[in-house]
């Protein structure tokens, strides 16, 4: 993997906000400790000429605590880095907002859970404070490549098909590129250096997140629960067999779950259509938020990904999924629209990942780890089409092959590096 020449990689995201505080009061970047809301926050405040208030810095926290009224009354836009380390800055900002009436970026913070995680912070600003989340590093913005898959297939998908008809990434490459993920800070190690990056991670999400978040009694179940979690990435989500063994009741495994989701560590992805077909599946996918954190998680390593064991060749298929997955809610969450993602399934056809506009139209994804794409893998590609008719925009499979083409109407097959690469 290759990255910008003088090291600085931009952000897709910053963009977004850039856009939003045109329109938004308050704009809160949320995400996963270590994604870059920081680096993100300190940008966009050089940019404006503004300071940002760190309340991670004890000092700062202690100075905020003692008169908040005062820390926000600085100009706009106002800075606030982890804010829900002191709630009551969103009353003051709801007070300065009252006050000087709702003024279009008056305030920009970030915050590691989810903002909905703390009741306080969920009532705080209510219809004035939009959520941003904040993901790990796209592989376009690794490459300082500007990805636009999405986009090109809802305008002319046979034409974003076409634009680059073969490709060059070796399976050992994408095995590579799982194991990596997209968290800044463990692109910049290798090997066991990387390996120390994603524990210290989980034990600081565990021992000080998830603590901060919530009274958690049972640490180690919390982490064996993320571990089994890790195990059913890019599947249907289990909750009972995740538990199986864990000396725990199931009200408290199902918290558990919620948590390691306001902490940003897993995600559901949702049944979708469930309109569409009586049996189809209601049940969630579960995924871990990076591949490489999950590939960490599981033990894997890139030598026993690249070999031809059953078990291992599992494994890589739902990581890739989840790699795919995760590169597609990256370009969804810059689009400038409402979205809808979801996984779609009716007896024994599946789609990985159905996403669906604002005007009803949709595009799916299949994603398979093979280098040839069979008749028989785009069955579901097949049935939600039929089943959608003039809607169903375009469906992918994802391979690991070279070739990239159209297969039948509006269902295609491309290289999964398609989804970093610029298509004109």
């Known amino acids: 993997m290759s ?26 970047l949320h995400g996963p400790r270590s994604v870059g809301k920081s680096t993100l926050l300190n940008s966009f405040a050089a940019a404006n000429d503004v300071d940002v208030i760190d309340l ?15 820390a926000v009354s600085g100009p706009a836009p106002l800075c606030v880095d982890e804010y829900q380390k002191v709630p009551d800055v969103l009353d003051a900002i709801k007070a300065r907002l009252n006050r000087e009436g709702t003024q279009a970026g008056t305030a920009v913070l970030t915050g590691s859970t989810r903002h909905d995680a703390i009741p306080r912070t969920a009532q705080s600003l209510t219809g004035r404070m939009h959520v941003l989340t904040v993901l790990p590093l796209s592989q376009g913005e690794i490459e300082a490549q500007r990805e636009n898959l999405l986009v090109a297939l809802r305008s002319d ?9 073969s490709s060059t990434t070796t399976r050992t ?24 990056w994603f524990s210290d991670y989980v034990r600081l999400s565990i021992e000080r997140d998830a603590m901060e978040l919530a009274q958690v009694r049972q640490r180690q179940v919390l982490r064996d629960l993320l571990n ?21 009741h199931r009200q408290t495994i199902d918290g558990y779950v919620r948590l390691l989701e306001d902490l940003f560590l897993v995600f559901r992805l949702p049944a979708w259509g469930k309109q569409l077909r009586a049996r189809a599946s209601k049940q969630p996918k579960v ?27 599992s494994q890589f298929g739902h990581l890739l999924e989840s790699f795919v997955v995760g590169e597609l809610r990256k370009q969804a969450s810059w689009l400038d629209e409402p979205l809808t993602l979801g996984h779609w399934r009716v007896d024994d056809d599946e789609v990985d990942l159905v996403i669906e506009f604002d005007d009803g139209g949709v595009v799916s994804f299949e994603v398979k780890a093979n280098e040839r ?34 297969f039948e109407d509006r269902i295609h097959v491309a290289p999964i590096d398609r989804l970093w690469r610029t298509i004109i």
């Open 56 to 70: 991670d810095d004890p000092a700062t926290r202690d100075a905020v605590e003692a008169n908040t009224g005062a």
């Open 173 to 196: 490459q994408y095995v590579e590129r799982v194991m990596a993920g997209g968290f800044p800070l463990a692109l910049r190690r290798q090997g066991a250096a990387r390996a120390r």
């Open 228 to 248: 089994r979690l890790a195990g059913q990435t890019g599947q249907v989500l289990n909750v009972a067999a995740a538990s199986r063994g864990l000396d725990a």
């Open 3 to 28: 990255g910008p020449s003088d090291g600085v990689i931009q952000r897709r995201v910053l963009e977004v906000l850039a856009g939003l505080v045109i329109d938004e009061p308050v704009v809160a």
């Open 373 to 406: 794409i069979a008749g028989k893998d785009l069955r579901g590609l097949r049935r939600l089409r039929d089943s959608l008719g003039d809607r169903f925009i375009a469906g992918v499979a994802f391979s690991t092959g070279a070739r990239s083409y159209t």
């Open 157 to 165: 998908p046979a034409a974003a098909i076409s634009a680059h008809p």
């Open 287 to 313: 995924h871990v938020v990076d591949s490489g954190l999950c590939a960490w998680l599981l033990g894997s390593s890139a030598a026993k990904l690249a070999t031809l064991d059953p078990t291992h060749l």
